[in-house]
Every structure is written in structure tokens, then in C-alpha cells.
């Protein structure tokens, strides 16, 4: 089937706390993630992505993982600051003949407090 | 800011009329794609358009239907309103071969009564 989940609705975090939010997904054809931030009132905004020939992503204070084996990503966040306040997507993307589209998870809402 | 415009931002309508919602792709970005995000929800794919034509469809009823003009901007359209039609429609943009990289309006929030 198409679907991309979380474990964690909620997480709370003190600020410069490092903060991982994870993901299952379970399409193993998939072949890219993608993490997502959206504010309130805003659209997702894009994070960072990983292709399914690499285990591991690095940005700037953020990092993917990605455990294909047990269709795991997940999303850390170092020194969590109150900016990063919001509810994080993964996505997975799914091809279908013809075209390709993006199979969201519910979101995890990050709370981080001063 | 990505870019990609959508408006009107906030839109309230009864149960049984029609909208229709509109978005600017980003400059360059010629494949759009919708998306219905409830409450608390992920966004879920309604479809895609490339070159004027739709191109791929989700799990959505027929009465949704869809436009896109020369300038790759898009027209989402929702016939008979529903309840549960009410949320958040976004629209993506990207390059076509490049849809992994889909950059999103500020959404249209839609309120069915």
C-alpha cells in the first residue's frame, strides 16, 4: 500500500537539545525521501532529501537517515532552537506510470521551548 | 519564499457550490500538483498537471478537476462541495524529470459550511 507514518505525534524539546523525528514508510520502490517543515499558516517547506542509494544526508543542523532494510528515516535536528518549532512531513516518492507523486506521513509536531 | 503563489488565501462556501482555486508556478517550473491537507493531516496528492494536461490522479472523485494554462499556472476546481472538502489545498511546482524536487505555495484554506 501507500503509506508513510510516524511514531511520535508530539515531541518536546529544551532548546540547543538535539531532536530526532522518525519515519516508517512502505513502499520499497520508493527511491527518494524528502523532509518537510510547515509553520502555521504556511506550506511545507522543503528540508532536506536522500536518495535510496545512501544511508545518510548531512545539511546544515540536520541530518536523514535512512535504514532501508526496515523502511526507517528519520530526521535529526541539531541544537534545536525555537525557530524549528513546527510540524515536520516525510514524504516518499512514489512512481507510478507516467508520473511521480509525493506520499506524505501525518507530521510530527516539534515543540521547542526557550 | 519559493515562489509558487496561490490565492485566494482564505475562501468560505456552502455545502453544494463550486470553487475553483488558483496557483502560480515558480518561474521556470512547468508540472504543477495539487494537494488536499485536512486538520492535523499530511497532504494527500489530488493530481498533476504537465503541458496542460493532467498527467497522474490520486484517490479523488471526478467532481475535482483541474486546468493548466500556457504559463503553467493551474486552476484547481471542486464541484458539489462537501463537509469534509473543508482543508488546506496546496499546489507544488516543479520541473518536469525533476517532480522529486516539488516546491509549495501557502495554500488556500477552504472552509465548507
Known amino acids: 500500500g501507500e503509506s508513510v507514518g510516524l511514531h511520535l505525534p508530539t515531541l518536546s524539546v529544551q532548546e540547543g537539545d538535539n531532536s530526532i523525528i522518525n519515519c516508517a514508510y512502505s513502499n520499497s520502490a520508493s527511491d527518494y525521501f524528502i523532509w518537510y517543515k510547515q509553520e502555521s499558516g504556511k506550506g511545507p517547506q522543503f528540508i532536506i532529501d536522500i536518495r535510496s542509494n545512501m544511508d545518510k544526508r548531512q545539511g546544515q543542523r540536520v541530518t536523514v537517515l535512512l535504514n532501508k532494510t526496515v523502511k526507517h528515516l528519520s530526521l535529526q535536528i541539531a541544537a534545536t532552537q525555537p525557530g524549528d518549532s513546527a510540524v515536520y512531513f516525510c514524504?516518499?516518492?512514489?512512481?507510478?506510470?507516467?508520473?511521480?507523486?509525493?506520499?506524505f506521513g501525518t507530521g510530527t509536531r516539534l515543540l521547542v521551548s526557550p | 519564499e519559493t515562489g509558487v503563489t496561490q490565492s485566494p488565501t482564505h475562501l468560505i462556501k456552502t455545502r453544494g457550490q463550486q470553487v475553483t482555486l488558483r496557483c502560480s508556478s515558480q518561474?521556470?517550473?512547468?508540472?504543477v500538483s495539487w494537494y488536499q491537507q485536512a486538520l492535523g493531516q499530511g497532504p494527500q496528492f489530488i493530481f498533476q498537471y504537465y503541458r496542460e494536461e493532467e498527467n497522474g490522479r490520486g484517490n479523488f472523485p471526478p467532481r475535482f478537476s483541474g486546468l493548466q494554462f500556457p504559463n503553467y499556472s493551474s486552476e484547481l476546481n471542486v464541484n458539489a462541495l462537501e463537509l469534509d472538502d473543508s482543508a488546506l489545498y496546496l499546489c507544488?511546482?516543479?520541473?518536469?524529470?525533476?517532480?522529486?524536487?516539488?516546491?509549495f505555495g501557502p495554500g488556500t484554506r477552504l472552509t465548507v459550511t
Open positions: 514524504a516518499e516518492n512514489l512512481k507510478i506510470s507516467g508520473f511521480q507523486k509525493l506520499v
Open positions: 518561474s521556470g517550473h512547468n508540472t
Open positions: 507544488a511546482s516543479s520541473l518536469a524529470g525533476e517532480a522529486l524536487e516539488q516546491y
